[in-house]
């Protein structure tokens, strides 16, 4: 079926390339032939000098191109065909005068530009551009996209040209509403990226795509370097504010520490149910808020909404799990040890009543029974002689050791403020200094994370703080440090500043003020506050400088910048000027604490660099970089494996200061969360050549089992026990560590991130960081006299619960399936959130990576996430079954 002859001059040319086509031809099925010369004749129609003709022949070819339905895996046959006339296309349409049909043909060259166009050439958007203003959809998906590529190219160059773009925004703006109709919200968005105008996104999002939208926006704000992370969740705030989804938009206020959105999103819901769950979202989150009348009109549901945000109701709670789990018997630290499991040598050890060992008893035992209000060491009941056991337990510990163990007291009642301060008081009347200040901390613990409006811890420990005697001191400073974290007290920056100014205070008291004011004023940026840390440090004499607990004034300093980025470049450059013994340390402990929880990779190498140098034996300043390098990568799942395996290099080939520090940027690394691959280096790290590094391994082990009970970790801290049972330090920590690991019975985590990881509290980071930085120097902080550091780690502590309640917040149980967290972010349809579930009945225990879904759907849930507590408000459609 050659072409008609009568049409057109036949000439020998004409009969070659008819015989070079037959045998192209031969492999062809005839519906594949007959479409081939179809458009091979149109083609030539379309050089037509005619333009009825011509019109014709565009019209019908774009039919062709439209139609062709074929499988994404192929370039669709009219494309194909056309291949070897793009070029004839393109000349004719050069020589083509202005009209429609040149649009036309241009439309077509576009489309053609698709599979035929040289890379970076960009001739499908030029083409676009020059055709006519059709609907782009029509053309199908692979088309748009393309486009969209070519888009983001073109944006870039004439970025930097500076040349107009208002053509290519109109075309955004199909493409977006092109993508938006067609479930394709992810595409939409990176190209708005790319272009730069993600405020296009809100008039396009509805209420059919936002979630999707905003989830997608949400994640990817982990990825983006600043300014535009923040720019992003703006976004994703406005719309999730548009459509009424306030305990989202919350989220986002609280992680970009906005109040003023926080506010907002207060004043914008009226109603009140909601407002409870906002305040249930903002006492988690452990941030110091006052509502006004403009946030809640009412005075009765004002006082009651300030009542959650103070969290009063967190002991009740977390008591009501505990009686649900059936663990309300209190447990004595043998119950934890488990001796009679070891074989005979080491429990042998054990019978000797050393005040070591009395000490480490006394932490496993607050760790444990934490917030359960009794246990068998401290609280035994009053019938059994009023002066009972409970002091004879105080005095087994030597001096120092009896300012833990009354402190220990406030653990056990920890979150119960009434009964906890009636129960430490007799303490206050001691003629011991030791159990007057442990009896100061711990009403610091109590009070920690619930504020009150008649100030109790400010009460009573604000006298203390200029006594004579530094262990009292040191008491009501700590205790007022983890009573107001995060608060931002004004009267008590005053009361601290001034200590800090105090050039006579020893060096132990300034070290303590400086963690306190750091956790008071914890990413708060507060100059007056960096200012007093940086005179204290500049007053330091050379000798001073070289004690352990210097290290802590760096740390306070950092605290103030915690997670703000940018804002710590000012003291950064200040730090510069200190004497160089510490200068350095500062650098790092400032770096690291500015970028925590942020994921910024550029810094993350920045630490790396610094952990690779090979110094002199007397440097510091590399363990606070090996932490810093665990803070910063916290944040995402991606950045934290990547950190796992820098760590194990650093292992390998860092120094002895470097070692000790890695097994503690592990355990932040995966805290409260046993990753095997994590378990096994610290398990083979425990049983190490340098004590200092198999110390900081056997407390990251307790770190990465903290409040899971796992029973892998059990085994090896009890096989641990009996591997040093003659060591007393390294005994000493095993011990500790086995309290952690049952933290609460199970109950507690120490994870900072909470709301599906999205959330970080800062106050709890605080505490773990001034923790592990102790640990840089066991034997002189921890193993010394300042064992009581430990205690930071009630800042970390939450119950891992969701509990349910109605709307008068009362339990309500019902069934919900727990399982392992999937990522749905930019998948298709609905999938399933969670995998490998099981259905309890509230309340219910979640572990790392875990999420809850509500069974049935009786009830529907006020917060998105279901963690902590849930308000369920009754849904009005639900029929039994």
Known sequence: ?????????????????????????????????????????????????????????????????????????????????????????????????????????????????????AEGERESLKYRLLGSEGDIGSWGHEYVRNLAGEIAQEYAKRQSEEAPIDDLMELVQQIVAFHMKHNAEPEAVDLLMEVEDLDMLIEHVDKTNFKRTCLYLTSSARYLPGPDDMLVLDIAYTIYKKFGEYPNALQIALFMDNLQYVRQVFTSCNDVLRKKQFCYMLARHGITFELDEEMVADDEDREMLQ???????????????????????PKSPEDIYKAHLLDGRASAGASVDSARQNLAATFVNAFVNAGFGQDKLMTVSSDSSSSGSSGNWLFKNKEHGKTSATASLGMILLWDVDSGLAQIDKYFHSNDNHVIAGALLGVGIVNCGIKNDC??????????????????RIGAIMGLGIAYAGSQNEQLRE???????????????????????????????????????IFSLMDRSESELGEPLTRFLPLGLGLLYLGKQDSVEATAEVSKTFNEKIRKYCDMTLLSCAYAGTGNVLKVQNLLGHCSQHLDKGETHQGPAVLGIAMVAMAEELGLEMAIRSLEHLLQYGEQNIRRAVPLALGLLCISNPKVNVMDTLSRLSHDTDSE????????????????????????????????????????????????????????????????RFLISPTALAGLITMLHACLDMKAIVLGKYHYVLYFLVLAMQPRMLLTVDENLKPLSVPVRVGQAVDVVGQAGRPKTITGFQTHSTPVLLAAGDRAELATEKYIPVSPILEGFVILKENPDYREE
């Open 307 to 329: 009542e959650i945000i103070n969290n009063s109701k967190l002991t009740e709670g977390y008591l009501t799990l505990a009686r649900d789990i059936e663990v309300t018997e």
């Open 495 to 533: 009361k601290l500043t001034a200590i800090l100014n105090d050039t006579k205070a020893p060096l132990d008291v300034s070290a303590f003020t400086a963690i306190s004011l750091g956790l008071i004023f914890v990413g708060s940026c507060n100059e007056e506050v960096a200012q007093a840390i």
């Open 455 to 472: 100030d109790p811890a400010m009460a009573l420990l604000g006298d203390y703080t200029d006594k004579e005697d530094t262990s009292i």
């Open 693 to 756: 590094v198999a110390m900081a391994a056997v407390i990251s082990l307790g770190l990465i089992g903290a409040g899971t009970n796992n029973a892998r970790i059990a085994g090896m801290l009890r096989n641990l026990s009996s591997y040093y049972y003659k060591d007393t330090s390294l005994l000493f920590c095993v011990r500790i560590a086995q309290g952690l690991v049952h933290l609460g019975k199970g109950l507690l985590t120490l994870n900072p991130y909470h709301s599906d």
């Open 1 to 117: 079926m050659a072409p008609d002859p009568n049409r057109s001059g036949t000439s020998a040319a004409k009969d070659d390339a008819v015989a070079k086509k037959k045998v192209e031809n031969e492999d062809l099925s005839d519906e594949d032939l007959a479409l081939k010369q179809q458009l091979e004749l149109y083609v030539e129609r379309v050089q037509d000098p005619d333009q009825g003709l011509q019109k014709v022949a565009l019209e019908s070819m774009r039919q062709e191109i439209r139609t062709s339905t074929s499988s994404m895996t192929s370039v669709p046959k009219p494309l194909k065909f056309l291949r070897p006339h793009y070029g004839t296309l393109k000349a004719y349409y050069e020589t083509m005068g202005e009209s429609d049909l040149k649009k036309y043909l241009a439309d077509i060259l576009s489309v053609l530009a698709l599979t035929m166009s």
